[in-house]
């Protein structure tokens, strides 16, 4: 099992950037494919971008692909995201997630843990 918990959301100019990061408890970090996603209000929760735990590839939604990176950090137990040119799309609040299988998947159940989000607000 692990607890995840989410950070550095906040209030940015459209154009700015925000670097999300995502803590994990737990000794089996690195056996966790790892994933954020976003919910606008109003929205369904969508996949905004994964890592694998086996080599580290990636996978972004259509939405924030060239803009939004992830990145992991098994030593540390960590998962961030940064995130350049931000629009006023991207308002929504922000979880983290992780899940056993060993590939990307980008449907919301098939995530096992949850954190319990971090907003992000862009503003023009």
């Known amino acids: 099992q692990v607890q995840l918990v989410e950070s550095g959301g906040g209030l940015v100019q459209a154009g700015g950037s925000l670097r999300l990061s995502c803590a994990a408890s737990?000794?089996?970090?690195?056996?966790?494919?790892m994933g954020w996603f976003r919910q606008a209000p109003g929205k369904e929760r969508e996949f905004v971008a994964g890592i694998s735990r086996s080599d580290g590839s990636t996978q972004y939604g259509d939405s924030v692909e060239g803009r939004f990176t992830i990145s992991r950090d098994n030593a540390k137990n960590a998962v961030s995201l940064q995130m350049n040119t931000l629009q006023l799309e991207d308002t929504a609040v922000y979880y983290c997630?992780?899940?056993?299988?060993?590939?990307?998947?980008?449907?919301?159940?098939?995530?096992?843990?949850w954190g319990q989000g971090t907003q992000v607000t862009v503003s023009s």
């Open positions: 997630a992780a899940t056993n299988l060993g590939w990307i998947p980008i449907l919301r159940r098939l995530y096992d843990y």
């Open positions: 737990g000794r089996t970090f690195g056996s966790y494919t």
